[in-house]
């Protein structure tokens, strides 16, 4: 059975920093582009970041500058670090993989809460 499993969420304050992990299990994904998404309270998913197999990485503008992502295809994990950090960042954050376009993809994690405090 594939998982993704993220952890690290929880509550900073503004201008904090958090990482994000998922840990991916039941096969590798080493050679597909991965990501995250989040979901604010009362919006849509939104697009933050994937990254190739070749770690070629994109990024929504929102998040430029002050997120980064990256891989360790040893340990089958995707991380997210997360820098200044704001109050519209408050969402629940989701580990995906396998790119098909658009915004689709194959696997999805059940979801991590980042709270930003003012």
């Known amino acids: 059975q594939v998982q993704l499993v993220e952890s690290g969420g929880g509550l900073v304050q503004a201008g904090g920093s958090l990482r994000l992990s998922c840990a991916a299990s039941?096969?590798?994904?080493?050679?597909?582009?991965m990501g995250w998404f989040r979901q604010a309270p009362g919006k849509e998913r939104e697009f933050i970041t994937r990254i190739t197999a070749r770690e070629n990485t994109y990024y929504t503008d929102s998040v430029k500058g002050r997120f980064t992502i990256s891989r360790d295809n040893a340990k089958n994990t995707l991380y997210l670090q997360m820098n200044s950090l704001k109050p519209e960042d408050t969402a629940v954050y989701y580990c995906?993989?396998?790119?098909?376009?658009?915004?689709?993809?194959?696997?999805w994690g059940q979801g991590t809460q980042v709270t930003v405090s003012s």
């Open positions: 995906v993989a396998i790119w098909r376009g658009n915004n689709e993809y194959d696997y």
């Open positions: 039941g096969r590798t994904f080493s050679s597909n582009t």
